[in-house]
């Protein structure tokens, strides 16, 4: 059974540089989410996705970020222009929702550690 | 506005002793209500949820309590193990719609031999 995957595990880059991080989700599931983790906090809810619309943008999601989830399947997610205020860990989540409501788990992945130089 | 708190941000455990981790949430809205555990460099791993429908849902040596009166739900480990020893997250979201998380600061538990 395999669960989440992102890649990177760790992103190192120069502030004003654009960078990329990938999630495979658990195959069946049809929600994928993002979140941000900065030290000593709880994930915070950047977006997430029912197949392949993107539904909800947190607020923290400035234009600098978009993400993607081109066929339903894995999710990108871009931050251009990076600010060091960006250094945290990005982590992916996925679980499966029937119909409107659920009370499923996410499963998370091991994250993306972005560090801006 | 911190929607979800857990107010001990560590807890040392004598191992073979119980273990009990508190949070308080604000939101009326949420009916979901999760507990998640990490360890350094690895994401958060799910342990165990309850919905507001319950009070009280085991999984072996985890249980987990809701008070929905006073908004509150605490994580019970018993016997407490070393392997035990991480950082545990408290997350709450409603049932309907996004279904998004909203975690707590997480508590240290560290379990000593």
């Known amino acids: 059974d395999t669960g989440v995957s992102q890649d990177p595990r760790h992103k190192i880059t120069k502030r004003g540089q654009n960078v990329t991080f990938r999630c495979d989700p658990i195959?069946?599931?049809?929600?994928l989410y993002w979140y941000r983790q900065t030290l000593g906090q709880g994930p915070e809810f950047l977006t997430y996705f029912q197949n392949e619309a993107q539904l909800e943008k947190s607020r923290l999601l400035s234009d600098r970020f978009s993400a993607e989830r081109p066929k339903g399947s894995f999710s990108t997610l871009e931050i251009q222009r990076t600010e060091q205020g960006d250094s945290a860990m990005y982590l992916c989540?996925?679980?499966?929702?029937?119909?409107?409501?659920?009370?499923?788990?996410?499963?998370f992945g091991d994250g993306t550690r972005l560090s801006i130089l | 506005d911190q929607q979800v708190k857990q107010n001990s941000p560590s807890l040392s455990v004598q191992e073979g002793r119980i273990s009990i981790l508190n949070c308080d949430y604000t939101?009326?809205?949420?009916?979901?209500f999760l507990w998640y555990k990490k360890y350094p460099a690895e994401g958060p791993t799910f342990l165990i949820s309850?919905?507001?429908?319950?009070d009280k849902n085991e999984d072996g040596r985890f249980t987990v309590f809701l008070n929905k009166s006073a908004k509150h739900l605490s994580l019970h480990i018993v016997p407490s193990q070393p392997g035990d020893s991480a950082v545990y997250f408290c997350a709450a979201s409603a049932v309907q719609g996004a279904q998004k998380l909203v975690f707590g600061q997480g508590t240290r538990l560290t379990i000593n031999p």
């Open positions: 309850i919905s507001s429908i319950k």
């Open positions: 195959s069946e599931h049809n929600r």
């Open positions: 989540a996925s679980s499966l929702v029937f119909g409107a409501r659920g009370d499923q788990p996410q499963h």
């Open positions: 939101n009326s809205m949420f009916d979901y």
